[in-house]
């Protein structure tokens, strides 16, 4: 029933936050699961107001234990972060990437408040979209030339666009996520909306298997677009056949790097891996948390988008993230923050490997570039699912929030490190023990995660001329 009045809720109505009602947990072994009556409460508002509840489906409650998580963040600092209910935790999530140096991190936030007092959005163009265009050629191997938007979507979907229009082709191979536009939702089990004639356009690939492109690239692709890495390396000069394979066929190749990109190295997985893309497209990182998008690449491509490609947005240029950007690159490179990340990272990976070594646990690693790796289970264990619910409902009574993988920025401190890792010196056991008993479910206080979305799987070759055939493989 609609509201007749006007009314506005803020706050906890139970307020449970410094009534002494619960004592927050803190970063350490505490005995209770923290109280999260406020984010469910929260959550309570949400139904059948917000469809799906959340703006950003990792970040909702389907990729965390229901029953158990938080479900709402109400500050951070540093590496740390605050729930509604007052419980504190190590966040190893990092907004879904974005927050590359910390949160309330000074240099950005005082260039943010600094830009703030001059004002947001103007009539006319910005110094500080020619002053970050700069940085980011400075950073990146191929920028000849440098466009801005908000979203990682944004970028992905102007590239595309525009490897399209470069080669007067229409198909696009992809793997990996890379938004929720046309062309790509087309390729999920979530396409509903998108009109046929757009689906049949993609097809997916199966990384690091070149015969999966072999079998699909033709004469009217346009473009291969992937995620240089995610967390699988790539194998046996993947990336440099791609490139080749790309070259042969006169298709435009694309890294997706809004995850690579400033992490693995300040110029993303082209720099750290030597190869060079046509088109680049980066997100997340760039500005420690403001929403800003990067489309870089060759002159003659990016060219098209003077005229003939049309690529323009409100809020392109807006300052405040311009000038979050433009500190957050000069911070990661003064402080040589990739090299950072992957110190830590690399010293979080072994350490869990120690760990689960030590306790023959065999069915459970750590892998992925350093900067960001993940925690499988072999299915053979249980279900993987399970074992990472229960892995996660126990981290989170230590005060870690964990979603499966750690992403780590400049504030992720050595004792956050030393914690974590006695962190899963104390859970490890638990997982181990509920695979003996073969009844994971029986450990987990609440509904386990639901699988990441992802690209659907396997791969679906989908050449034009099979496809009229009716042979299509999907
Ligand atoms: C690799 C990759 N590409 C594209 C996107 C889409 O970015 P956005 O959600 O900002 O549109 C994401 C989002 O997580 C991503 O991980």
Redesign the pocket.
């Known amino acids: 029933m609609p509201r007749t009045e006007f009314h506005v809720e803020t706050g906890c109505a139970n307020g449970l936050i410094g009534k002494g009602v619960h004592m927050p947990n803190k970063i350490q072994f505490n005995s209770q699961y923290p109280c999260i009556d406020c984010s469910d409460e929260y959550w309570a508002r949400a139904a059948g107001l917000i469809p799906a509840g959340t703006q950003?489906l990792?970040k909702g409650p389907g990729q965390y234990v229901n029953g158990v998580a938080p479900k709402y963040l109400q500050s951070g600092k540093g590496s740390h972060v605050w729930d509604v209910d007052g419980n504190e935790y190590i966040d190893l999530v990092m907004a879904?990437?974005p927050i590359s140096l910390g949160y309330q991190y000074p240099a950005v936030d005082d260039a943010i408040k600094q830009q703030l007092a001059c004002g947001i959005s103007f009539s006319l163009m910005h110094p500080l979209e020619v002053e970050v265009a700069e940085l980011v050629r400075g950073c990146i191997p191929s920028a000849e030339m440098v466009r801005f938007s908000k979203?990682?979507?944004?970028v992905?979907s102007a590239a595309v666009r525009l490897a399209r229009a470069y080669t007067n082709r229409e198909r696009v191979l992809c793997c990996?996520?890379?938004?929720?536009h046309d062309w790509y939702i087309g390729v999920t089990d979530r396409n509903d909306g998108v009109p046929e004639a757009t689906r049949a356009l993609t097809s997916t690939f199966v990384y690091n298997n070149l015969a999966s492109i072999l079998d699909s690239i033709d004469e009217q692709t346009a473009c291969v677009i992937l995620?240089p890495v995610a967390f699988t390396l790539p194998e046996a000069d993947f990336l440099h056949h791609l490139r080749e394979l790309c070259d042969e066929h006169g298709a435009l190749l694309i890294f997706?790097e809004?995850?690579t990109g400033f992490r693995l190295a300040l110029g993303g997985a082209q720099q750290h891996f030597g190869v060079r893309a046509d088109l680049a497209?980066y997100?997340?990182a760039i500005a420690n948390g403001m929403p800003l998008?990067v489309l870089a690449g060759r002159s003659d491509v990016m060219e098209l988008c003077e005229k003939d490609v049309f690529f323009f947005t409100t809020f392109g240029g807006e300052t405040l993230s311009l000038a979050a950007a433009k500190a957050t690159i000069i911070e990661l490179c003064d402080k040589r923050v990739p090299e950072f990340l992957a110190f830590q990272g690399n010293k979080l990976k072994r350490g869990y490997t120690v760990i689960a070594e030590g306790l023959d646990m065999d069915y459970t690693k750590c892998s992925g570039p350093d900067c960001r790796t993940t925690i499988t289970f072999d299915p053979g264990a249980g279900d993987p699912l399970e074992l990472k619910s229960l892995m996660q409902q126990e981290l989170i009574k230590r005060g870690i929030l964990w979603a499966g993988f750690h992403n780590l920025c400049y504030s992720h401190s050595d004792e956050d490190i030393d914690y974590i890792l006695s962190a899963y010196e104390d859970v490890l056991p638990i997982v181990k023990s509920a695979v003996e008993s073969r009844d994971i479910k029986s450990y987990l206080l609440g509904q386990p995660v639901e699988p990441v979305f992802r690209t659907s799987t396997p791969s679906k070759p989908r050449m034009a001329s099979r496809a009229a055939d009716g042979n299509r493989a999907n």
């Open positions: 950003t990792a879904v990437g979203t990682g979507c944004d992905t990996g996520y890379h938004g929720w995620e997706d809004m995850w497209c997100s997340k998008s």
